[in-house]
């Protein structure tokens, strides 16, 4: 068996156990909805299923557990933890500043002043820590096992765009929480689930890129973690600021902007980075 068929199907075995990972949330959803508790520890053992389905299938196919990129390599590489940390909370803000700024509502940034936006700064450094503990599960699996099979098989960019449609569609339980508990419409539901189809790529480009850099997850992790905590931060922000209780915050295409550059300006210099490689025979 030649090295991409080895690829191919360790692949294969780790997006079957995946897929099936994803449709166990809407089985358990009733018990999920039943108490927080009940959630909170559902969605944990959901987050870690890309790193579990990683781990069964290199036992099962005999692969190995010897580089993992677990190492956090901070030696020459705290330059890519600072970006992974900077970026993705204003990546989170150009997707609702802008908008707001053409929209004449200014005055609806009141809230960002430079002491409310280094609290929410300083809050967010003390919140990465906890957070990448959780968001290893995710990463573990698709910087560190799914996007090292693809790449071979399908290259660079067929890894950001392939990497990034199967971790949204794995996103699609959560996506579907509010529909499922009759809460916003079908429509309302696919609205959602098609904006992270939209999104994710970016994402997916710059974790890549963090990883490849430094050799390890851990970049990745804290710019995932960062990636979901700034939402909360920025809507706080918001909120402190002269803006109306009904307004429709970041509906409109704008939103969708800095995630698609994001993935335009991270894929070519993974490309880049390629062609700089020394060919090996």
Known sequence: MTNKQENAKRLAIYLLIVAASSVLPFFCMKWMQASETAFF???????????????ITRAVTKEGFRDMKLHLHLKGNIRYYVLAFALSLFCTA????????????????SGFTLTNVLT??????AQGAVMSAGLLGEELGWRGYMNRKLEPLVGIIGTVLIGGVVWSLW????DMQLYLAGKESFSEAMQTVGGRLLWMPGYAAFYLWLTKKTDSVWPAVLAHAMGNASQSSIMGLLSQGNIPDNADLG????????????AVVFTALLLRDQKKAPKTV
């Open 41 to 55: 520890l559902a969605a944990e053992v959901f987050c870690a299923t890309p790193a579990l389905a990683s781990l």
């Open 94 to 109: 150009l997707m609702y500043v802008p908008e707001i700024i053409l929209q004449g509502h200014a005055d609806w940034l």
């Open 120 to 125: 929410a700064v300083l809050m967010l450094a």
């Open 171 to 174: 996103h699609m339980p959560s």
């Open 251 to 262: 509906s409109g295409m704008l939103q969708f902007v800095p995630t698609i550059l994001m």
